[in-house]
């Protein structure tokens, strides 16, 4: 068994276990690399059909090519695509600086789709390396009422040993690619030849990280115009994956105070 085959089975694992103890989930499709390798994920750890639904917490302002990404693979991959809209800007915590506050919708969205629907597992496509808040995380993660994350008090892992009960009235994010890098992330994706959105391979001597609302995500300086490039990009460059995010040259707490609040 090589490293990505180790990481496959280790995350398949994950969502096997939530699948079984959990009575109904949902799977977040942000629409990026991530979130796309976590549902070729699940359809191969419940054999080529995802048996719970695709929930995408839209805030209207996604790049063309991904809301068209979407739509095509919805389709081909047989989702039960739910896609539910996030309130407006001025619903959320004005405290917050500009970009942070526009991220906050999703959090905002989530908790309606959540009420909506009654899901009392969420399946995430986070990873630890690619944000330091992320780090703290824990693979079955328990929210609050409100959906909010208490980082001081989450339940120990050993030996792949998860606590998948939530609170009364809460729900679980399970995080089945949290060991991953970025790096894996590509070598997967090339390996299992899996789609991605053309925003992530360089035009013009620019190309996109990490992808999110058009109005707060940049791209980087790269020439990487396929994906061994860009695996040979990753293993000099010193530029971080979420460069191109506004959010996180913001407040130093701002992204915190977002995942303390129930952001993703």
């Known amino acids: 068994m090589d490293h990505l085959d180790a990481l496959e089975a280790q995350s398949i694992y994950i969502l096997r276990e939530g699948f079984a103890r959990l009575k109904k989930l949902a799977l977040l499709w942000s629409l990026g690399k991530d979130s796309n390798v976590m549902i070729w994920l699940a359809r191969k750890a419940f054999f080529g059909k995802v048996p719970f639904p695709a929930l995408h917490v839209d805030t209207g302002k996604k790049f063309p090519e991904m809301y ?11 989702l039960d695509l739910r896609v539910d809209p996030c309130p407006p ?11 942070a506050r526009s991220a906050a919708r999703k959090t905002e969205g989530l908790k309606m789709a959540l009420a909506k629907y009654g899901f009392d597992g969420l399946i995430a496509g986070i990873r630890r390396d690619e944000e330091a808040t992320r780090a703290k995380e824990r693979v079955f993660s328990p929210r609050g009422l409100e959906g909010g994350w208490d980082v001081r008090d989450q339940p120990p892992e ?7 009960s939530p609170p009364p009235g809460a729900h679980l994010r399970i995080h089945p690619i949290l060991h991953w890098t970025e790096a894996d992330i590509w070598a997967y994706t090339k390996r299992e030849n899996i789609p991605i959105i053309p925003l992530y391979l360089a035009k013009d001597g620019k190309r996109y990280r990490s992808l999110g609302d058009q109005d707060i995500t940049f791209p980087v300086t790269s020439n990487a115009s396929s994906i061994d490039e860009i695996l040979h990009e990753l293993q000099t460059t010193k530029v971080p994956e979420r460069a191109g995010r506004a959010l996180d040259h913001e407040t130093e707490d701002a ?3 977002l995942r303390v609040a129930g952001y993703l």
């Open 68 to 78: 068209a990404f979407r739509e095509h693979y919805a389709k081909e991959w047989d």
């Open 158 to 164: 050993f030996w792949d040993q998860f606590n998948a």
């Open 89 to 99: 800007i001025d619903s959320v915590d004005p405290t917050l600086p500009p970009a």
């Open 255 to 257: 992204f915190e105070r």
